[in-house]
């Protein structure tokens, strides 16, 4: 039982680390900048990749219990980013459309596009069957959770 409990939660960490690289290689071989959305998806998945590692290190439910919570913690934000990529709900200010510019100075406006993110949060820079990479992280990150969550109850049953 304790083979399956570390298969589970090295599929999961392996998994968080393997949607890191993804994101990374995208970003640097293929030349597509992440916006402030896209970074803040890569966090979690980075605390689960430590918590992976904590797992290995001891026993018990907390740590996968803390791998699943952050899986579905980029998973949300990940599905609040493609809501904002499909126009279903107004995304940061500081990284959409969205943002009003009536009653601002044109200096004032100005210095708001000079300070904007590069990168904005609503356009989607590349995508497979119809998913962007924010959809793309959401599924895997569903998936993530279950082996983070078999992974706690194969440690509970241990005791």
């Not at 071989?29 to 605390?47: E, F, N």
């Not at 590692?53 to 803390?66: F, I, K, V």
């Not at 995508?127 to 962007?132: A, E, I, N, Q, V």
Request: with cysteine; glycine share 12%.
């Amino acid at each position: 039982m304790k083979r399956s409990r570390t298969l589970l939660v090295l599929l999961a960490a392996a998994g968080s680390a393997a949607v890191l690289l993804g994101a990374f290689g995208f970003q640097y071989l293929g030349g597509l900048p992440p916006c402030k959305l896209c970074l803040w998806q890569r966090w979690p998945h980075a605390a689960a990749v430590l918590f992976g590692a904590g797992a290995l290190a001891t026993r018990g439910p907390a740590m996968p219990l803390l791998g699943a919570l952050s899986a579905a913690t980029s998973g949300g934000i990940g599905v609040y980013h493609t809501g904002v990529e499909r126009g279903w709900w107004p995304g940061p200010d500081s990284c959409t459309a969205s943002g009003q510019i009536t009653g601002i100075s044109a200096d004032d406006l100005l210095n708001q596009i000079m300070s904007a993110e590069i990168q904005r949060c609503d356009e989607v820079l590349w995508d497979l069957f119809g998913l962007s990479m924010a959809s793309w992280n959401a599924i895997v990150s569903l998936v993530l959770v279950a082996l983070w969550l078999a992974a706690a109850a194969r440690s509970a049953r241990r005791g």
